[in-house]
């Protein structure tokens, strides 16, 4: 079921931008079965409700710079939201971590950064352990592939029925 200000055509018109953001306004109104117009009308709105939260580029960064990624889970000595607020802010002043998630379970945050080498991430991580964040644990990941990169998602259930 949909809320009630999105319809099949704004699924459809999300969908499309999700795969190919640089398509052109014309191609786009074919794909969905609108006007030229009535489409832009549509992306304009979908952009300023927030539901169109910008456009990017997928870049090769390992074929610009040395790149080894590691995905770390973090976890906290204690769940204060002080605490939290401080790690917060600290890591987006970070450029190397490139995506942070708080997450619930065993660890309280997922992080993804960028380095040059595995002692670029140990400097960091010895910096985030160090900090006066409440940080008590960083567990390491080094990415070796990524199998299915993100490509946007799905924007309807898709429960299996049994």
């Not at 306004?25 to 006007?35: E, H, I, P």
């Not at 030229?36 to 539901?51: F, M, Q, T």
């Not at 917060?88 to 998630?101: G, K, N, Q, S």
Request: hydrophobic residues 45%; aromatic residues 6%.
């Amino acid at each position: 079921m949909l809320p009630k200000d999105i319809d099949r055509t704004d699924l459809r018109i999300l969908n499309v931008l999700q795969q190919d953001a640089r398509i052109t306004n014309q191609a786009l109104a074919d794909r969905v079965a609108l006007s030229p117009s009535a489409c832009l009308r549509r992306v304009r709105d979908l952009e300023a409700r927030g539901l169109i939260t910008g456009y990017r580029a997928q870049v090769a960064v390992d074929r610009i710079r040395t790149a080894t990624i590691v995905l770390a889970q973090v976890t906290f000595g204690r769940h204060a939201l002080d605490s939290f607020g401080e790690f917060d802010r600290r890591i987006l002043d970070m450029p190397e971590i490139v995506e942070a998630c708080r997450i619930s379970g065993a660890h309280d945050y997922m992080l993804r950064v960028i380095v040059n080498d595995v002692h670029e991430w140990k400097d960091i991580a010895r910096m985030l352990l160090g900090g006066d964040y409440g940080v008590e644990r960083i567990v390491s990941h080094f990415l070796m592939d990524e199998v299915k990169p993100f490509s946007g998602y799905p924007l309807t259930s898709s429960r299996r029925k049994a």
